[in-house]
């Protein structure tokens, strides 16, 4: 018979926990893109979010810009950075030396994806590559460990995505969650959606996604729908339809006014809809803009912490 506990047992706290908010961000592909992102940026930062991730190309396409931009963040802002990672096209040898890179110079945060498989397929079937997101949270994980010292053993915070729709790849629903389950067991702390229309979805996913076994949290990714032409390049790529609703206001409205009006609408009853089922977050996705976002937030009333403003350090210099 085990001996009693004698660590005391607290109610749960009553207040309830804020709300945590990010954005994200690419990098800009030329001059004119970056003065507006870094608009945008100055905007966001004002709003004080968790944290801002910035996508990676497919194979690295863009890195030299996405870790200029990383360094940026780190030595001109008060933002913290999620610096997405893609593992097809890459070898285990050759992620594991961005990884020491990304962490070596401040970045504590990594989003750990399998990014897209070339329309050749050639990408992720030579010697040493790595296929799978599950893959690169564990390499991760080793990286993490042979730099403990430095990192006051501390620990780098990996997210993955998650699938409130089925995965264009996938099998079923249930897999996509089997894969989820399997990025936490090998490491991921936390996980953000793709984009979704319909917040029963989101439930639906955290459903499932508990009763298999995901603690994680699962941080809805909201997209601003103010823009009919994105929304329908998006469900050409993602096979993620759209509300037909929504898409005939949205075409119908009589200026850009009106429309955006509605699409920013659109927005917050979505994201207020996984809100309410619990979600602990949310991340939004700006596509460089901060007009809209800034317009769902503002409705939207998130409870946040509010933090003292901090001075980045003196600027340092990523080696690309």
Request: with cysteine; charged share 25%; net charge neutral.
């Amino acid at each position: 018979m085990s001996p009693p506990s004698l660590i005391p047992s607290y109610p749960e706290p009553s207040v309830s926990a804020p709300v945590a908010l990010s954005y994200e961000l690419f990098p800009p592909r030329n001059e004119v893109a970056e003065q507006t992102l870094w608009r945008t940026i100055h905007e966001l930062e004002s709003t004080q979010p968790d944290y801002v991730s910035v996508t990676y190309g497919a194979s690295g396409s863009n890195r030299d810009t996405a870790l200029t931009l990383l360094n940026r963040l780190l030595t001109e802002t008060s933002l913290r950075p999620l610096a997405h990672l893609t593992c097809v096209g890459n070898t285990a040898e050759e992620l594991a030396g961005i990884i020491s890179e990304l962490l070596d110079h401040g970045v504590r945060g990594i989003l750990a994806l399998r990014g897209d498989a070339p329309r050749d397929g050639g990408a992720g079937a030579g010697p040493g590559t790595l296929r799978y997101a599950q893959d690169l949270v564990e390499l991760i994980r080793r990286v993490e460990q042979r730099r403990s010292a430095l990192l006051a053993a501390g620990r780098v915070a990996i997210g993955v995505a998650a699938y409130p729709s089925k995965h264009p790849e996938s099998p079923s629903e249930e897999h996509d969650v089997e894969v989820l389950l399997a990025k936490q067991r090998s490491g991921a702390d936390f996980a953000i959606t793709q984009v979704f229309f319909d917040p029963s979805r989101y439930a639906d996913l955290v459903l499932r996604a508990r009763r298999s076994g995901v603690t994680i949290p699962i941080i809805p990714g909201v997209m601003p729908l103010t823009s009919p032409r994105r929304l329908t390049r998006l469900a050409e790529l993602s096979g993620v339809q759209p509300d037909v609703k929504l898409l005939d206001r949205l075409n119908r409205a009589a200026d850009d006014v009106e429309r955006r009006r509605i699409g920013v609408q659109a927005t917050v009853d979505l994201a207020n809809g996984a809100l309410d089922a619990g979600a602990p977050g949310i991340h939004l996705y700006t596509f460089n803009e901060h007009g809209c976002a800034l317009d769902v937030l503002e409705k939207l009333q998130l409870v946040r912490p509010q933090r003292s403003r901090q001075t980045p350090e003196a600027p340092r210099t990523l080696v690309s």
